[in-house]
């Protein structure tokens, strides 16, 4: 008779620490915050060590809908920007400690298989005072870790879905450096630089708090927009599941939160991401006074072997030189943009509009590259199309592109509005 | 009795258009030239749709020696910077059309299995006016696409070697716009953004001239450090064998340089590559009018199947935040700085010496990203050291990085110099 | 005003075509079978060229327990072997048309993120004369892609998830064919093939069946172990979300059927992989007389941006001589058990016992080729275990491996049975 | 003034231990042999630990000509086989050590700058008794890391260059154990395994040797045909440059030889590589009693990061299922062999001829993977072809392969001679 080993059963339930309705408005959930601040309670303790699920919206809190009309983009409101679900504590994590943050999976929700890009002037890295960008949406439709878009035809993709935004609270004094010196820098460029500054205008914390403390975390909290030492909107599109962050501690118990999931994004995502509601599973390590062994001043990361790589690219180079022919001094945005506008007039060519140029640079699984920053004063930056991603030859040939090949380019319009040259109310940044 | 298929006898003997001496000087060598001008006469011409081979020197025309002493970089002469093989006449192709030029190879020559690799103050993109950066040189063996160097132990990588430049020869128009431009920035900035503009000192042509002609290259001709749309020093690290690169053509016939061969190269080259002589293999194709077809504004190319890919790697982000706490509006360069610096932060931790690990930055296949524009007002770079060239291991641990850690770094010192906190003469750029 | 770009709303969807209990034993569920045959009525109606999900049983239909225990390993029944679900009928494919099927999506329950691995004596393709195979049971956790064991520590790697089982159903003539062959080769070896022939023990179908029909199909319909020209269990572990496969259609309507869902697997799969009850994405194409056109003999299919891909690897080969010393003539089978033997070897001296490393060969995501077949009299394989799956360093040093590394393994004991050096009666192969 | 570091020169020269003239026939060079015998004289010492090039010729000695005929191949002698460079001597090393080799690069002679491939009756894996194969030749000229072929339009690719034999002197016991059991088969199977067996004829040792030691090496010295537990012509493609071979030590020195330089080969090989002579840089450590220590019963690798990687992949399945039907009990060379015969029907229904399509399946960078062992009577092996080689679209699509695409293929024909269906004298194995 055989003699088994007896152990003690064990079980590998993952728990969800934050559920959410991505069918419902941000601002009417619990366990969501649009703004960072050291006081905002945490909502769960995470288990050290052990794995755990967070569901999150998608960036805008549900604002966005999964229909051929772009009314609700001209709408949106980018005042609360990113819906964020936590914080969570990490116990036993103080100051000067470092997560180690394994992203074990992101997924979008079982029912709710679709994400969105958007285009508005205003928006993003790529705005072009001589060519006016259409307000747009297009949806993209998941199909496993598959996506293509009826907005967008000819292209499917492998995504690479990750959390755009994941960090930790800020201390009260590393808060208030944040405010200082974005407020100076809007300051000096006259507002040109758009950075947003706190303010009460859609901020929320879906959590119990007393009157006092909600107006000051109201008046105070750092805006979602820009990825900051504490990690936040940092949008690694190459933090894919079996990645890792490394993120510094500020405060006791660190108070991570995380949010703004994307099915894909490109290096460099001009505009927007495929943005998407979604569910994050995540596993966290503490490395104690990492900061000052890993000598850490801004976040990092480890890539994945699962992340999709499509080897066979089409690349596009950009100088630092300004389209009136002005060289600048090794200007990297410009850089980046000059190889985007160049391949986005190469997608133009083969019939695709401007916005959905547009959108591929930035939801794709685009590869960028800083190439030379040594050879003053040119800073070059190249931008990859992988080439396996459209259904159709988009290489060089000896023969060049024919006319033929700009005819390639057929389907369903992208649902677009023009807001007569102006932006349109929802935007808060100008050009 | 058997039958056989006769046809005629073909070889596919490769011409060599160039030769060059790695151990002679270039100022004494034929077929060199340090600036760029539509007037240098070709040296050869290529067969199109056919291989060809061009012998190269290492950019600084052979002023660098195989040994352990900084000397030769202390008095090096910037001056003339990239010497270059050829220019090619390239028959048929016109103003408007493209090159297609295929990267069949790139290797040392046989019996000269080093290049090398220098810091500088003045030179690169990491000045860092609380450091000093001391004057250095390391030598780096090749052994088949392997390298290592006995001045910076404990790592070897495969290669991916390529030409720094290939450019295409400038209308005259377009040489006075670069002129200009970088001119109109030198006094803008004065002085400081270190462009290199023309002069006679420095200035060599191999061939041939008549005085005047000579006086007049020599007085107009562009200097070769920066990248610009024909190519150029663009140094595009991915640009290995069996990639492809793509370049407008500006005057009848093209006149194609290459030089500059690197043995292996980062993505972004803070400083420089791991320099060599080298034989280049290419074809060239011509598409017609491929400036308006493929909507070209400077260079595009296509990766390669070969190359080396280094898929774990430990990744440092940078912000567009300035050390003294300064937020910019989307610097790029600032934010590849600060990425660089948490990494060369990094790799001093385990031992290395501030130039070592800086030199590990531009010469190692690195991967650098652009990862995320349009988060105003910061701009975000990743630089991504693969785990496996190190022969320790250089992953953060729960434990983050003992002391232990710290005594791996062993090996002969790097050949240096302390300039006194001074500029050495040979380097043309300051702060 | 803004004048929006009207269009239906359209949805994304994805039709469950079958829903499966992985609490409930498989004879219990509708729209599961165990048999291949021609007869067996669809269950549903697969919407061509439109996604839609299968939920799929483990192959045994969950007779095994997530516990420390290998009880249930030592009494599983094997004569149902693969629980199928399905069948699904393809409007308008025929007889000689290929079926594309996209494998958009393979993943575990959302409640049931665990897998199982199976060892045992006449089990799977290692069988040892010299060296008995305990039954054994180890339970493998998902967390997001990636997977480890608490029963083979120090080990967690990401997986590729596909389903072991897809086929269409054999014509009444193929389905004797097979039936034959597989007798003649029972008789010509007296056994010792260890074909599984048809039988009405373990033969289940779900649907509603007449009893002549029911008793048809139990008493002539061909066993799933082993692939065949349809598919079935092809057990490819390439075959995960981004591939494609092309199998050939026998019947109108082809009768597509899909299960045995494995998180991961190795090439050439020894034993089980690792076994678990999933639901599966796909897309189906039909190639209009597609087996002329593909000149297809037996299944097809394209592999996948997302393979996670491990590049580093050490590799064992294995030559056709076998362990007495005699050469055979070019067998592969035993060409390919040299190769893991000697991994298996390897494994047992860093402290994993002989079970551990057997399963990690047939679990992981490893990489085994067909090195040599032209060098007479032996055929080459070699497996190769990726090395970083690994959190200790398994690669061959210059000092080999110390006795210190033999200590690496530690963790709970392999839930074991030792059966006397019998076969468990569960198991119908024998020696 | 600076102060600079003073250290020794040193250098990187690499030693070439053997030089071989391509042009010339084997038979007339020194340092060159064709038999595997433990009392071959070593004809230099390798430098344990530090690089050295081998300089071979190809596989024949020389016997195979740049030209459009296939009269050499007809009468080509495969009696002598394989032509090495060496043994070496390794200094230190013992019976039970292993050997660990890195390969730092294999190329071809610069002014060598080809290959051929081979098909004839009775050579290779492929033999069909329904099919004649020709005797072809194929002549392919490399361009860097490409080739491309007169003889096999629209197709080219990086190669993978490495050395298909390289292998230890076998000590007496091991030599006459091989002996015996090859010539115990070839009595077994009556001639059919087709076993090269010990014999004088073909048989060369280009060094000075008293009459009667080289009479007992001509009369007992192993053939060089199969890879064998030492390694020798073991013929792996993925060992190119950037990978390491870990062979076992027999006799004191352990007499190291290389040769059957490959630009490019398949996994599986089924008849010859890119066949070309070339020089091969390697380094050679000991690894003491590393026998025992890494369990190690036949060669061991460890793949490079420099290997080119083809991603997408279409595969042709085969099981052990004869073209009769007959089932057999798990040929893996069955299995591979239908994978291959399916491949090569449809590249011929692109136009291809059947020696082309053959050709292509050994010698480009083919994938070949053993998919599944464990699924009794069935092996199932897959060979990928990589769609980036073709210059045309070699995927399956909804409409098949149209009538169009069999027009692809043009161009000269393969040289090729039809020997009345009579194996070609050369050739030693017999169906």
Redesign the interface.
């Known amino acids: 008779m055989?003699?088994?080993?007896?152990?003690?059963?064990?079980?590998?339930?993952?728990p969800t620490l934050v559920r959410v309705d991505p069918s419902q408005p941000g601002e009417t959930q619990a366990n969501i915050h649009t703004r960072w601040h050291p006081e905002i309670p945490c909502v769960a303790t995470v288990p050290v060590g052990k794995?755990f699920r967070v569901e999150c919206l998608d960036y805008s809190g549900s604002q966005v809908h999964?229909?051929?009309?772009?009314?609700d983009i001209?709408h949106l409101d980018h005042d609360s920007d990113h819906h964020l679900s936590g914080p969570f504590s990490v116990p036993g994590s103080m100051p000067g400690d470092?997560l180690?943050i394994?992203?074990?999976?992101?997924t979008p929700f079982?029912?709710h298989?679709?994400g969105y890009c958007v285009t508005a002037p205003g928006?993003?890295?790529l705005d072009d005072e001589d060519k006016e960008t259409l307000?747009t949406k297009s949806i993209w439709?998941?199909?496993?870790?598959?996506t293509s878009s009826?907005h967008v035809p000819h292209v499917a993709f492998?995504g690479r879905p990750h959390a755009g935004v994941i960090g930790t609270a800020p201390s009260k004094k590393l808060l208030e450096?944040w405010v200082k010196?974005?407020s100076?820098?809007e300051v000096a460029?006259a507002g040109?630089?758009?950075?947003?500054l706190p303010q009460p205008k859609g901020a929320y914390v879906g959590q119990d708090l007393d009157d006092e403390l909600r107006e000051k975390i109201y008046r105070e909290g750092a805006r979602t927009?820009?990825?900051?030492?504490h990690g936040g909107?940092?949008?690694?599109?190459?933090a894919t599941?079996?990645s890792r962050m490394?993120l510094p501690v500020y405060i006791p118990g660190a108070s991570l939160s995380v949010g703004d999931t994307h099915f894909c994004q490109s290096?460099?995502?001009?505009?927007?991401a495929i943005e998407m509601a979604g569910i994050v599973?995540l596993?966290v390590?503490?490395?104690?006074?990492?900061v000052q062994?890993?000598?850490?001043?801004?976040?990092?990361?480890?890539?994945?072997?699962?992340e999709?790589?499509?080897?066979?690219?089409?690349?596009?180079?950009?100088?630092s030189?300004d389209k009136d022919?002005?060289?600048?001094?090794?200007?990297?945005?410009l850089?980046?943009?000059?190889?985007a506008?160049?391949a986005i007039?190469?997608l133009?060519?083969f019939g695709y509009t401007r916005e959905q140029a547009y959108i591929l640079l930035?939801a794709a699984p685009i590869?960028?590259?800083?190439?030379?920053?040594?050879?003053?004063?040119?800073?070059?930056?190249?931008i990859?199309l992988p080439t396996?991603i459209f259904d159709f030859d988009i290489?060089?040939?000896?023969?060049?592109?024919t006319d033929d090949k700009k005819r390639v380019i057929q389907g369903?319009?992208?649902?677009?509005?023009?807001?007569n040259g102006k932006v349109?109310d929802g935007f808060n940044?100008e050009h």
Chains 1, 2, 3, 4 share one sequence.
């Not at 439709?141 to 598959?146: L, R």
């Not at 927009?225 to 030492?229: C, D, F, K, L």
């Open positions: 055989p003699v088994a080993t007896k152990l003690k059963k064990t079980s590998n339930e993952i794995p999964n229909d051929d009309n772009a009314d001209v470092v180690e394994e992203i074990l999976d992101v079982p029912d298989n679709w928006l993003g890295s307000v439709d998941f199909y496993g870790n598959e009826r492998q450096h010196r974005e100076d820098l460029t040109k630089a758009g950075c947003s927009s820009p990825g900051r030492e909107n940092i949008d690694i599109g190459l599941r079996g490394y290096d460099g995502e001009p505009t927007t599973t596993r390590n503490i490395i104690p006074q990492g062994q890993l000598c850490m001043k801004s976040p990092m990361y480890r890539t994945s072997p699962s999709p790589i499509y080897r066979d690219r089409l690349c596009f180079t950009g100088l030189v022919g002005n060289q600048t001094n090794q200007s990297g945005l850089a980046y943009r000059n190889a506008f160049q007039e190469y133009i060519s930035s590869d960028s590259r800083v190439v030379a920053t040594a050879n003053r004063p040119n800073f070059v930056v190249s990859g396996e290489l060089p040939r000896v023969n060049g592109i369903p319009a992208l649902p677009s509005v023009r807001v349109a940044h």
